[in-house]
């Protein structure tokens, strides 16, 4: 059996379409376990409703622990000999696990991994930087090495998530039970290239099932001091992993490689540096208003950074739930159920997506926000 782990937070737009791909896998042997964090939307109804319409469905009903406790919380639940995840507001293909559990078979491989579609304006297939096939590791651990970081492909030799990937459960209960439960940026990482030291052999895919939901067009789910503060402590954590295994001086390159992949990537995002910027709605909002963004991706960033420039309106709050709890150049981020405990004369969303955009404009009616507040208009690039 092959048990499926889903945390749930907040996602009432998206936790539907999911678990619907989930139970239409064409793979049918499957457990599902849906992991309710601590939700202050209507996630947890969502998911008692449709677990009322498949037997092989089990929820619980957690307080808000974060990724890594839930999704432990799930393996050790879980009832399958392999273990799945994907994120609440992800879906995927119909034949991912017929595919990879047939790709697996009896190999005795501890874990697969597949290649991944980033859903954003277009479609970006992603795969490892390591060649298909069966690996096998060896006593220099040459596999670790080139999975942290593959410089014949130039990117890592295996993606970090863990969410196009069917492990083995022992395999990745151990990693799970032993990884720094502080982490919450970069705890894919710390767990698939630690795990690695343990893995015995697995395989390497090509072909794409999962679909990653890029909100916004947002790469890096982090903002603020506090989000390089975790990095580095992920950094630190696997840094002396390896070092007590013995193999940090042979890693050390790609170990290095990896992280910088990373930090560019949240420097990038953090500091606002890319090729498109899109021009603040100087007609839609009033001179002087106090005003909440919703959203904090690539168009919130630019709307953001012309309020900063020209002051020409207040941003009182930043309304992102992937990111409540942080700050934006000393804005607070707060979730999206916190919007009503500020003081504001619009919210501002930032989406290029006219129908994601509708959706957002019901959720926030939902809470008792007034329509005429709630402005919205197609974004331009500068």
């Given at each position: 059996?092959?048990?499926?782990i889903?945390?749930?937070?907040?996602?009432?737009?998206?936790?539907?379409?999911?678990?619907?791909?989930?139970?239409?896998?064409?793979?049918?042997?499957?457990?599902?376990?849906?992991?309710?964090?601590?939700?202050?939307?209507?996630?947890?109804?969502?998911?008692?409703?449709?677990?009322?319409?498949?037997?092989r469905?089990?929820?619980?009903?957690?307080?808000?622990?974060?990724?890594?406790?839930?999704?432990?919380?799930?393996?050790?639940?879980?009832?399958?000999?392999?273990?799945?995840?994907?994120?609440?507001?992800d879906?995927?293909?119909?034949?991912?696990?017929?595919?990879?559990?047939?790709?697996?078979?009896?190999?005795?491989?501890?874990?697969?991994?597949?290649?991944?579609?980033?859903?954003?304006?277009?479609?970006d297939?992603?795969?490892?930087?390591?060649?298909?096939?069966?690996?096998?590791?060896?006593?220099?651990?040459?596999?670790v090495?080139?999975?942290?970081w593959?410089f014949?492909?130039?990117?890592?030799?295996?993606?970090?998530?863990?969410?196009?990937?069917?492990?083995?459960?022992?395999?990745?209960?151990?990693?799970?039970?032993?990884?720094?439960?502080?982490?919450?940026?970069?705890?894919?990482?710390?767990?698939?290239?630690?795990?690695?030291?343990?893995?015995?052999?697995?395989?390497?895919?090509?072909?794409?099932?999962?679909?990653?939901?890029?909100?916004?067009?947002?790469?890096?789910?982090?903002v603020?001091?506090?989000g390089?503060?975790?990095?580095?402590?992920?950094?630190?954590?696997m840094?002396?992993?390896?070092?007590?295994?013995?193999?940090?001086?042979?890693?050390?390159?790609?170990?290095?490689?990896?992280?910088?992949?990373?930090?560019?990537?949240?420097?990038k995002?953090a500091?606002?540096?890319?090729?498109?910027?899109?021009?603040?709605?100087?007609?839609?909002?009033?001179?002087?208003?106090?005003?909440?963004?919703?959203?904090?991706?690539?168009?919130?960033?630019?709307?953001?950074?012309?309020?900063?420039?020209?002051?020409?309106?207040?941003?009182?709050?930043?309304?992102?739930?992937?990111?409540?709890?942080?700050?934006?150049?000393?804005?607070?981020?707060?979730?999206?159920?916190?919007?009503?405990?500020?003081?504001?004369?619009?919210?501002?969303?930032?989406?290029?997506?006219?129908?994601?955009?509708?959706?957002?404009?019901?959720?926030?009616?939902?809470?008792?926000?007034?329509?005429?507040?709630?402005?919205?208009?197609?974004?331009?690039?500068?």
């Amino acid at each position: 059996m092959l048990s499926i782990i889903v945390p749930v937070y907040n996602a009432e737009e998206y936790v539907e379409k999911c678990i619907e791909s989930i139970l239409s896998q064409v793979y049918k042997d499957i457990q599902l376990i849906l992991v309710d964090d601590g939700s202050t939307d209507s996630s947890g109804e969502i998911c008692d409703r449709l677990a009322l319409t498949d037997d092989r469905v089990r929820v619980f009903h957690t307080t808000n622990q974060g990724a890594i406790c839930s999704r432990l919380f799930g393996i050790e639940h879980a009832e399958g000999e392999y273990i799945s995840f994907v994120d609440a507001d992800d879906w995927i293909d119909e034949n991912m696990y017929s595919d990879l559990m047939h790709k697996l078979g009896d190999t005795g491989a501890d874990f697969i991994t597949s290649g991944m579609i980033f859903e954003s304006r277009t479609q970006d297939v992603v795969v490892d930087g390591l060649a298909e096939g069966m690996y096998f590791q060896s006593k220099d651990r040459k596999y670790v090495k080139e999975a942290l970081w593959d410089f014949n492909s130039g990117k890592c030799g295996i993606t970090p998530p863990l969410w196009n990937k069917v492990f083995r459960k022992e395999y990745i209960l151990e990693a799970f039970l032993s990884v720094d439960k502080r982490i919450s940026l970069g705890d894919d990482r710390a767990i698939i290239y630690t795990a690695l030291l343990s893995a015995k052999r697995f395989i390497v895919t090509h072909s794409a099932y999962y679909h990653y939901r890029i909100h916004d067009d947002s790469l890096c789910h982090d903002v603020s001091k506090a989000g390089f503060e975790q990095i580095e402590l992920m950094w630190k954590y696997m840094r002396d992993f390896y070092i007590s295994h013995g193999v940090y001086d042979s890693v050390r390159d790609s170990f290095e490689r990896n992280l910088k992949e990373l930090l560019e990537v949240a420097e990038k995002n953090a500091f606002g540096l890319t090729d498109v910027n899109y021009v603040f709605p100087f007609g839609k909002i009033p001179q002087g208003s106090r005003l909440v963004i919703y959203g904090l991706g690539v168009v919130g960033k630019s709307f953001c950074r012309y309020l900063f420039l020209t002051k020409y309106a207040n941003i009182v709050a930043i309304a992102d739930k992937s990111l409540a709890g942080l700050e934006f150049n000393g804005v607070p981020v707060i979730d999206i159920s916190e919007i009503l405990s500020n003081e504001f004369d619009y919210i501002l969303i930032a989406n290029l997506r006219e129908n994601i955009a509708a959706e957002i404009r019901n959720n926030l009616m939902r809470l008792g926000i007034k329509e005429d507040v709630i402005k919205w208009c197609k974004p331009l690039i500068v």
